[in-house]
């Protein structure tokens, strides 16, 4: 069992920047792939990055493409989401989210264990 917390969300303007930060305890993160995810209200829940166990392979939807970069700190047990040139479309609650094993992966399904989310609102 793994817990996950994030933190670092908050109210900026657009062309703004966060960084989400991505806690986990319980047990180590470091052999298994992470991801980001997040849920604007009325819509599905998407995938923004995912990261393998090493850090070596990374991927991003389109939609935030050149802007958000995925990272973590396999030491600190600890997986990060910077977000650059934020716009209001990017406002939403956004996730982190642990596989039960698999070393990387895009696909939702495969990810078992959530955070309770962190709210970043970008204002126009």
């Known amino acids: 069992q793994v817990q996950l917390v994030e933190s670092g969300g908050g109210l900026v303007q657009a062309g703004g920047s966060l960084r989400l930060s991505c806690a986990a305890s319980g047990r180590t993160i470091s052999s298994v792939g992470m991801g980001w995810f997040r849920q604007a209200p009325g819509n599905e829940r998407e995938i923004v990055a995912s990261?393998?166990?090493?850090?070596?392979?990374?991927s991003y939807a389109d939609s935030v493409k050149g802007r958000f970069t995925i990272s973590r700190d396999n030491s600190k047990n600890t997986v990060y989401l910077q977000m650059n040139s934020l716009k209001p479309e990017d406002t939403a609650v956004y996730y982190c989210?642990?596989?039960?094993?698999?070393?990387?992966?895009?696909?939702?399904?495969?990810?078992?264990?959530w955070g309770q989310g962190t709210q970043v609102t970008v204002s126009s």
């Open positions: 990261i393998s166990w090493s850090g070596g392979t990374t």
């Open positions: 989210a642990a596989p039960t094993r698999s070393r990387y992966t895009s696909h939702m399904s495969d990810y078992e264990y």
